[in-house]
């Protein structure tokens, strides 16, 4: 009687046994894009500006008693040869070159004489992570008004992407260096050691590097014009 009820219990979990079974490892790559403003977008293609953060993850299923191996291959254009090889099962990279970058995930599982693989003919039947990243711009204006209208106070890039470097200085006409600042999304308020300085004419130097390769050497006049109000006329009729 005992025997019947455990061949019964036997003959009851075949099924299970062979759902196991049929289980195999498996990935699903997935990118999350970090943005300028610090929020996220997950995404398998994206096309943004440089300097741009992106976090990979290989999302593996069903390893089980398997052994994994990842090859995380980055390679830009139409070139099959990555330019950048990672292993880890999820890693993080920082995109600062323009053009149309492809990420795909080598994996490799590996159970005893059992090997399955996701190399060249998983990505021939299956599309690759896309990232884009736009050519660089960089404009500077000739004047601002530090008024405190709240329109135009800062001196700062007029409009600006991909830029992988970036520094600019201020000097005063006799060649003194008023301010310098590193991030194109700021600039010069107009003050030197926390005093306005007067109005007139100053100069900038910025020296930037963008994501295509581009280099800038600005150099320009900036006017510095405090009584100009919204109407274009001067309250010291300057």
């Given at each position: 009687?005992?025997?019947?009820?455990?061949?019964?219990?036997?003959?009851a979990l075949l099924p299970f046994h062979h759902a196991i079974a049929d289980e195999t490892p498996s990935i699903s790559p997935t990118a999350v894009f970090i943005k300028s403003d610090g929020t996220e977008e997950e995404s398998t293609k994206y096309s943004g500006n440089a300097p741009l953060r992106a976090v990979f993850s290989a999302n593996p299923s069903n390893i089980g008693a398997y052994t994994a191996a990842y090859e995380w291959r980055f390679s830009l254009g139409?070139?099959?040869?990555?330019?950048?090889?990672?292993?880890e099962e999820n890693t993080e990279y920082t995109f600062n070159k323009a053009g149309t970058h492809k990420i795909e995930l080598y994996a490799t599982f590996i159970s005893g004489k059992d090997t399955i693989r996701f190399t060249e003919e998983y990505w021939a039947e299956n599309t690759p992570i896309s990232v884009t990243i736009n050519e660089s711009i960089l404009e500077m204006p000739n004047a601002f008004s530090p008024n405190g209208d709240s329109r135009n106070e800062v001196y700062k890039?007029?409009?600006?992407?991909?830029?992988?470097?970036?520094?600019?200085?201020i000097f005063?006409?006799?060649g003194q260096k008023l301010f310098e600042w590193d991030n194109p999304a700021e600039g010069w308020n107009g003050k030197y050691k926390g005093q306005d300085v007067k109005q007139g004419v100053y100069y900038v130097l910025v020296k930037a590097k963008g994501a295509d390769g581009r280099v800038y050497n600005i150099r320009?006049?900036?006017?510095?014009?405090?009584?100009y109000t919204e109407t274009g006329r001067s309250e010291n009729n300057y």
């Open positions: 009687m005992k025997i019947n009820k455990i061949f019964l219990l036997w003959v139409t070139e099959d040869t990555p330019y950048l090889v990672r292993h890039a007029k409009k600006y992407q991909s830029l992988v470097e970036f520094h600019a200085y005063n006409r006799w320009k006049d900036v006017n510095l014009l405090r009584g």
